[in-house]
């Protein structure tokens, strides 16, 4: 990627330190992917679901998030998505796709159907502020959706999406 930019790659890795910092720097993510992906590094893969939405709740109900939503409905409004495709991919897919692929080569589709919800969830609470949805205490939301993010990630899957 630095080589077709004409940068040298140390340089990259000074200013940016991990592939995922140039990412979130890319399209201007104002959180440090870290604070998400700490403790998800942290969690038993049988509560993957749950951590991911108690950590991302909370970032993006707070001023952080903010920024984030703006990113966000930037993208959404006809920015360039093939960054914040990358950004996904490399970030929920290699991070947590590897470690949900069961069967083999099934992680990718997994951690799409992942970020789906939490798309829908972005969507809903806080760029088209669906109420009584936009109003909910975190918590309900956490509890409410981190079943279907866990059965994503570990659940059986449809005969068609198991390679």
Do not use: C
């Amino acid at each position: 990627m630095a080589a077709a930019a004409g940068v040298d790659a140390a340089l990259v890795h000074h200013y940016f330190g991990t592939k995922m910092q140039l990412f979130a720097a890319a399209i201007n993510v104002p959180i440090d992917p870290m604070v998400v992906l700490g403790p998800m590094r942290e969690a038993p893969v049988e509560e993957l679901g749950q951590k991911l939405l108690s950590v991302l709740m909370p970032i993006w109900d707070s001023e952080l998030g903010a920024g984030l939503i703006a990113t966000i409905r930037s993208i959404v409004s006809g920015a360039d998505v093939s960054l914040a495709r990358s950004y996904l991919q490399e970030v929920l897919s290699v991070e947590v796709g590897s470690r949900v692929d069961n069967p083999p080569g099934t992680g990718k589709i997994r951690t799409q159907f992942v970020a789906s919800q939490l798309m829908g969830v972005v969507m809903a609470r806080y760029i088209v502020k669906v109420e009584p949805f936009a109003s909910l205490p975190a918590e309900q939301i956490v509890q409410t959706i981190a079943p279907n993010l866990q059965r994503y990630l570990t659940g059986e899957l449809p005969d068609g999406l198991v390679p």
